[in-house]
């Protein structure tokens, strides 16, 4: 039986990101159109989706283009319009929601269910693959079981997000963004209210809690569980993140690639989805990138705590316990080495998340800008790790294809034949 390809697809809020991400061992990428995305402040230009297409197709990537919100029946025929062009650049899909796309005069282009279709029933797939779709990104709050289940009744390339913020409602299904605000989360323009602070009362009115952000949620991580994915019949591997900058990008990206490299090289049923491999001049840390702490949702357990009520901001990694406090500055206890201009944070008395950053650093004593009310004991994280950051800065990344060079003498003159490592042979 001949092995199944993995897709590493990471996320590209533009030109620089995606190319970032095909330099960090992306095999895919997915990035927003001019119009019509579920990120309403991601767009790209044509010209620049074009480059993306043809610098990834050096290496067998596929570049994915959204074009997925709701659409009215007065911008259809635009709609339609931006898919001929990204077609005509080379894009390898299109990822949609509305349905009402299906009836119109699409180019030939591979079609992606987005997750804003609300995908977490087999029949939901089964729908989706008989009316055309090569690939259905499946809802986040999916468990383990119920991939398998999704998995045995259909045949339609299965995608699934396996890092980044997570949405408290069914994707595709929330809309308090427009109730309250006008602007719909299915027409990429989203006021993320659940990381807003609320009060909680009971039936009769009475406040049970306030000032706690009880919609807000972790992100996801499942790093850890790439193989049962796999196993389970996921083929393209999903970073969320088309707002996330470059550094994020290079970080994840990277991170994931080497996971899914080793899970590669122990088993034989699966193959790179692309060519090329990537070399990076720093160690990949996903807890040194943007997180609110991590969770696997519900793909194990559905009983675990996925909420990140306290605050809806990075906290980032554990850096160490106050050991002493003064009027000036503080001391840590700890194993990580704090540098100047690094961003702490710590949560005070009231469980509020406060934010410092280290203006001097000496040993482990750390003069903050600003005096903070610290206590011994506490703990310590940082949120922005300078020396991390300006790693990545300097991190081009690396991608090469081996090459099989063979100069042979003929009656005809000197043959040169090249193969590379997919097999591919030029004379």
Known sequence: MPSSPLELLAPARDLACGIAAID???????????????????ANSLADIER????????????????NTLLTDAELQEATAIAHAVWNAGADALIIQDMGLLECDLPPIPLHASTQTDNRSREKVQFLEKVGFQQVVLARELSLQQIREIRR?????????????????YSGQCYISEMITGRSANRGECSQFCRHAWTLKDTGGHVLDKGKYFLSLKDLDLSARIADLAAAGISSFKIEGRLKDVRYVKNVTAAYRLILDDLLQSNLDFRRASAGKCSFDFTPDTSRSFNRGKTEYFLMDSRNRPGSINTPKAIGQEVGVVKEVDRHSFTLVGQEEIANGDGLCFF????????????????????????????????VYRNADSAFGRQLDRSAGCRRISLDIRVEET????????????GCVSV
């Open 24 to 42: 960090h061992g992306a095999d895919a990428v997915y990035i927003g159109g001019p119009a019509f995305g579920a990120r309403a402040a991601a």
């Open 52 to 67: 993306l297409v043809s610098y990834a197709h050096q290496y067998a990537a596929r570049v994915y283009v959204a074009l």
């Open 153 to 169: 009744g259909t045949t339609v390339a299965l995608e699934c997000f396996v890092h980044g913020a997570l949405c408290v409602s």
């Open 348 to 379: 005070d008395s009231r469980d509020q998340l406060v934010g410092m950053k280290a203006n001097k650093v000496e040993g482990r004593r750390i003069f903050p800008k600003d005096p903070v009310n610290l206590s011994p004991g506490t703990p």
């Open 411 to 422: 009656a005809e003159g000197l043959r040169l034949t090249l193969k590379d490592e997919d």
